[in-house]
């Protein structure tokens, strides 16, 4: 035994050096390996929170816009009611009916005749048309306005409430792993209260209930300006349609240069916010602005008044109009269209659009366009589902706006 | 002068991609000159601090571009706080960078102290030195609220320089609210590549990983706990004041030091951290390795086995390497102060 043991003790000892170098590579090796297996998981578990605070933010955010088509969904029948009470089109149409009625009971005869005996209907009836022509125009183009103005407004009004959810959420997201700090040692800042949150929502109420009759008014004047000169008899085609309220639109949004004035139909002026939480039914507690909400409203104003929203609200405003004008077309080329299709299996698709686009639609009296335009109101506001919301809903720099509104926690963004 | 200035600024913002390699090129220079020949130790730390105090001042040009064009990067928590603290106005800022100028310039200067006064006015001129970043901690802290000193007090950087195009407008990224005084992003700028894709990335970039919707709150305003960032930041002087007075022969003045920084840190580990915060100790728990690299532990104990290692890894390969860089580090760290206690 003892041989075994002195021969191993004198092989230990002829190779020391060696095994001392052996021993040292490999227990620096281990703890090389040790050490980069710690890094890694350290790594992994960085990448994993990060994972985690991206997909809260983005799950957060999505539903939020989603949240928004909801709230303006649900204002939208207000708008309705206040735009077909106000500008009562059918109201007028009855009243032309009855004229109608009360002419072929009194046995008269064609409708254009000149200088016919009973000169005091004719008058009216004609009067009435004029009317019916301004006011059609006026209620379907303000309630485009309206809702995109609606819709931008409450992307706003949401996107700032959403950042503060947002933070509280961080909270509870952080609170497993670092239980002393959610005590309050960092991040003393509670998000928004119920209560002004309540309060904030409440200024929606401005535009529905002030600012719309504003709005309403300065799209009446362009109208009166644009269309009030053209005769009921001007042959109408889909492109002078398209031209007559482009030119409304150049009037309403320039009328104090880069449209800045459709952002005061939004908010009240400032210092008379007590006004509308008044008038908009917060409990009587509940009449005072706070610094808490008069942060809101001062961010929400700075937003309004940047020109980033001035270019936003204007590229929502093409949207929505291009929509309007999409809703025509069916009136002006329905019958083109349809032949199109017939024969769509036998002609080429690029002959198609060049087709279409030399053709200018069928040309028809002002007057017989403007039951058209007057219905197409209830595709704005009234429409179930409402296209005009679900595609101004995706606009892509809307969406972008609200990005920059939900980040905009930090005093400097980069 | 300041014409110049802009002038200059504006060569690094259409030159971006050259500089950076200009820069990274002395720097490769500096690791391979120790040892090399007469004086040129304080010729690779010349060019080191040279080198250091340009890509400084070039990153102070060159991040607002990167950001504004690559608005979707992430950005560390450490960057987000030293960005805001910088931002933040007044003093900071000055502090700050006298701070960081300073230590990135230490070596070099204890060099020539040493060569122009020779041990005095080494002695000296390494006690001016801790004196002024003693003053610039306190002031930070100070400025800071008694939030913990990160190792550095400014940013790190976080981008590409060879990818920094040359700019095309000098339109602002950013807007300023007239009433909150905040400063936003513009739509373009979030969608100038990829539409609302980008903006998303632009979102997810902004993901919070913990409770600081302000930068300030990735730190912890210090209360009873601030003695530890008071004795974390005295304790270089301290070291240095103990060494004149026991020199280096003596125990004295390495045990204060150690038990200082202990004591600091054990205080540290004994609150709650933020992360930013445990990555902070987590950092001064490795700077604890150098104390095997000063005196009298390093003559007594570290310097017979680092020789021993060295000599033994000659003929092997790979260690050898390592062993070489070691090798010529050596010197450094053993001549001057601030290699092993500069920090």
Same mark, same amino acid.
């Given at each position: 035994?003892?041989?075994?043991?002195?021969? #191993?003790?004198?092989?230990?000892?002829?190779?020391?050096?060696? /095994?001392?170098?052996?021993?040292?590579?490999?227990?620096?090796?281990?703890?090389?390996?040790?050490?980069?297996?710690?890094?890694?998981?350290?790594?992994?578990?960085?990448?994993?929170?990060?994972?985690?605070?991206?997909?809260?933010?983005?799950?957060?955010?999505?539903?939020?816009?989603q949240d928004c088509t909801f709230a303006v969904g649900s204002l939208l029948p207000t708008l309705g009611e206040n735009l077909f009470?106000?500008?009562?089109?059918e109201?007028?149409?009855?009243?032309?009916?009855?004229?109608?009625?009360?002419?072929?009971?009194?046995?008269?005869?064609?409708?254009?005749?000149?200088?016919?005996?009973?000169?005091?209907?004719?008058?009216?009836?004609?009067?009435?048309?004029?009317?019916?022509?301004?006011?059609?125009?006026?209620r379907t183009? @303000?309630s485009v306005?309206l809702v995109t103005?609606l819709i931008?407004?409450t992307?706003?009004?949401?996107?700032?409430?959403?950042?503060?959810?947002?933070?509280?959420?961080?909270?509870?997201?952080?609170?497993?792993?670092?239980?002393?700090?959610?005590?309050?040692?960092?991040?003393?800042?509670?998000?928004?209260?119920?209560?002004?949150?309540?309060?904030?929502?409440? /200024?929606?109420?401005?535009?529905l209930?002030?600012?719309?009759?504003?709005?309403?008014?300065?799209?009446?004047?362009?109208?009166?300006?644009?269309?009030?000169? +053209?005769?009921?008899?001007?042959?109408?085609?889909?492109?002078?349609?398209?031209?007559?309220?482009?030119? #409304?639109?150049?009037?309403?949004?320039?009328?104090?240069?880069?449209?800045?004035?459709?952002?005061?139909?939004?908010?009240?002026?400032?210092?008379?916010?007590?006004? #509308?939480?008044?008038?908009?039914?917060?409990?009587?507690?509940?009449?005072?602005?706070?610094?808490?909400?008069?942060?809101?409203?001062?961010?929400?104003?700075?937003?309004?008044?940047?020109?980033? /929203?001035?270019?936003?609200?204007?590229?929502?405003?093409?949207?929505a109009?291009?929509l309007l004008?999409k809703q025509?077309?069916p009136?002006?080329?329905?019958?083109?269209?349809?032949?199109?299709?017939?024969?769509?299996?036998? #002609?080429?698709?690029?002959?198609?659009?060049?087709?279409?686009?030399?053709?200018?639609?069928?040309?028809?009296?002002?007057?017989?366009?403007?039951?058209?335009?007057s219905r197409l109101v209830h595709h704005v506001v009234n429409g179930v589902p409402n296209i005009f919301l679900e595609i101004l809903s995706t606009?892509?720099?809307?969406?972008?706006?609200?990005?920059?509104?939900?980040?905009?926690?930090?005093?400097?963004?980069? | 002068?300041?014409?110049?200035?802009?002038?200059?600024?504006?060569?690094?913002?259409?030159?971006?991609?050259?500089?950076?390699?200009?820069?990274?090129?002395?720097?490769?220079?500096?690791? +391979?000159?120790?040892?090399?020949?007469?004086?040129?130790?304080?010729?690779?730390?010349?060019?080191?601090?040279?080198?250091?105090?340009?890509?400084?001042?070039?990153?102070?040009?060159?991040?607002?571009?990167?950001?504004?064009?690559?608005?979707?990067?992430?950005?560390?928590?450490?960057?987000?706080?030293?960005?805001?603290?910088?931002?933040?106005?007044?003093?900071?800022?000055?502090?700050?960078?006298?701070?960081?100028?300073?230590?990135?310039?230490?070596?070099?200067?204890?060099?020539?102290?040493?060569?122009?006064?020779?041990?005095?006015?080494?002695?000296?001129?390494?006690?001016?030195?801790?004196?002024?970043?003693?003053?610039?901690?306190?002031?930070?802290?100070?400025?800071?609220?008694?939030?913990?000193?990160?190792?550095?007090?400014?940013?790190?950087?976080?981008?590409?320089?060879?990818?920094?195009?040359?700019?095309?407008?000098?339109?602002?990224?950013?807007?300023?609210?007239?009433?909150?005084?905040?400063?936003?992003?513009?739509?373009?700028?979030?969608?100038?590549?990829?539409?609302?894709?980008?903006?998303?990335?632009?979102?997810?970039?902004?993901?919070?990983?913990?409770?600081?919707?302000?930068?300030?709150?990735?730190?912890?305003?210090?209360?009873?706990?601030?003695?530890?960032?008071?004795?974390?930041?005295?304790?270089?002087?301290?070291?240095?004041?103990?060494?004149?007075?026991?020199?280096?022969?003596?125990?004295?003045?390495?045990?204060?030091?150690?038990?200082?920084?202990?004591? @600091?840190?054990?205080?540290?580990?004994?609150?709650?951290?933020?992360?930013?915060?445990?990555?902070?100790?987590?950092?001064?728990?490795?700077?604890?390795?150098?104390?095997?690299?000063?005196?009298?532990?390093?003559?007594?104990?570290?310097?017979?086995?680092?020789?021993?290692?060295?000599?033994?890894?000659?003929?092997?390969?790979?260690?050898?390497?390592?062993?070489?860089?070691?090798?010529?580090?050596?010197?450094?760290?053993?001549?001057?102060?601030?290699?092993?206690?500069?920090?």
């Open positions: 035994m003892s041989v075994v043991f002195d021969a #191993v003790g004198g092989f230990l000892n002829r190779n020391r050096r060696k /095994f001392y170098w052996l021993g040292g590579t490999v227990g620096s090796g281990y703890l090389l390996f040790k050490y980069a297996q710690w890094k890694w998981t350290e790594f992994q578990q960085r990448r994993e929170i990060e994972q985690t605070a991206k997909s809260n933010v983005k799950r957060r955010f999505e539903q939020n816009l009470n106000e500008l009562n089109v109201l007028l149409t009855a009243q032309l009916q009855q004229t109608r009625q009360a002419k072929t009971e009194g046995g008269e005869g064609g409708e254009d005749q000149p200088g016919a005996p009973v000169t005091q209907p004719r008058k009216t009836k004609l009067e009435i048309w004029e009317e019916l022509k301004l006011l059609s125009f006026t183009i @303000s306005y103005l931008v407004f992307h706003l009004q949401l996107s700032l409430l959403g950042r503060f959810f947002y933070l509280d959420s961080v909270v509870a997201f952080s609170q497993t792993d670092r239980e002393q700090q959610v005590r309050g040692t960092v991040g003393g800042r509670k998000g928004v209260s119920d209560e002004t949150e309540r309060k904030y929502l409440t /200024f929606s109420w401005y535009v209930n002030v600012g719309w009759k504003q709005c309403v008014a300065q799209v009446q004047r362009a109208v009166q300006e644009v269309v009030g000169s +053209i005769s009921l008899k001007e042959v109408t085609t889909y492109d002078a349609l398209i031209e007559i309220i482009g030119k #409304v639109r150049e009037k309403v949004e320039d009328e104090n240069g880069e449209n800045s004035n459709m952002t005061a139909f939004l908010l009240p002026e400032e210092g008379k916010e007590e006004d #509308v939480l008044r008038a908009g039914g917060v409990e009587t507690d509940g009449f005072v602005v706070d610094k808490e909400l008069k942060d809101l409203l001062n961010e929400t104003r700075d937003f309004l008044d940047s020109s980033d /929203f001035r270019k936003v609200l204007k590229s929502c405003f093409d949207e109009f291009d004008f025509l077309r009136t002006f080329f329905a019958e083109q269209e349809s032949r199109q299709r017939s024969h769509i299996a036998e #002609v080429q698709e690029g002959e198609d659009i060049q087709d279409n686009a030399e053709n200018k639609g069928k040309a028809m009296p002002l007057a017989g366009v403007i039951p058209v335009i606009q892509p720099e809307l969406k972008a706006l609200s990005v920059v509104m939900y980040t905009g926690w930090e005093d400097h963004v980069l | 002068m300041s014409n110049l200035v802009k002038k200059y600024e504006d060569f690094v913002l259409h030159n971006a991609p050259q500089i950076s390699g200009i820069e990274s090129g002395l720097r490769s220079l500096t690791y +391979i000159l120790p040892g090399r020949f007469n004086d040129a130790d304080m010729a690779s730390e010349a060019i080191f601090a040279t080198v250091n105090l340009m890509s400084l001042y070039h990153d102070t040009i060159l991040s607002a571009a990167a950001h504004q064009q690559n608005p979707e990067a992430p950005t560390s928590n450490f960057n987000r706080y030293t960005r805001h603290m910088l931002l933040s106005g007044g003093w900071y800022k000055k502090v700050a960078y006298t701070l960081t100028m300073v230590q990135m310039v230490e070596v070099l200067v204890e060099m020539g102290a040493r060569k122009l006064g020779g041990r005095k006015g080494r002695g000296r001129v390494v006690l001016g030195i801790e004196v002024i970043k003693v003053v610039c901690r306190t002031a930070l802290l100070k400025l800071s609220q008694n939030r913990m000193l990160l190792h550095s007090a400014v940013p790190e950087r976080d981008y590409d320089p060879s990818t920094i195009q040359p700019p095309t407008t000098s339109k602002p990224g950013t807007w300023t609210g007239k009433r909150t005084g905040k400063h936003h992003v513009h739509v373009d700028v979030i969608t100038q590549k990829g539409g609302y894709d980008q903006a998303v990335q632009f979102l997810l970039s902004k993901a919070l990983t913990e409770r600081a919707s302000s930068p300030v709150d990735l730190l912890n305003r210090l209360g009873c706990h601030k003695w530890a960032e008071w004795v974390f930041i005295f304790r270089p002087l301290v070291y240095v004041l103990t060494l004149r007075r026991y020199g280096p022969k003596s125990y004295k003045p390495y045990l204060i030091s150690l038990t200082l920084e202990l004591g @600091s840190l054990l205080a540290s580990l004994n609150r709650p951290q933020t992360s930013l915060e445990k990555d902070e100790t987590k950092r001064r728990c490795w700077l604890l390795l150098y104390y095997l690299l000063r005196n009298p532990v390093y003559e007594r104990f570290t310097k017979e086995r680092l020789d021993a290692f060295v000599e033994g890894a000659r003929k092997r390969p790979l260690i050898s390497l390592f062993a070489g860089i070691l090798r010529d580090y050596q010197p450094l760290w053993e001549k001057w102060h601030f290699y092993t206690s500069g920090y």
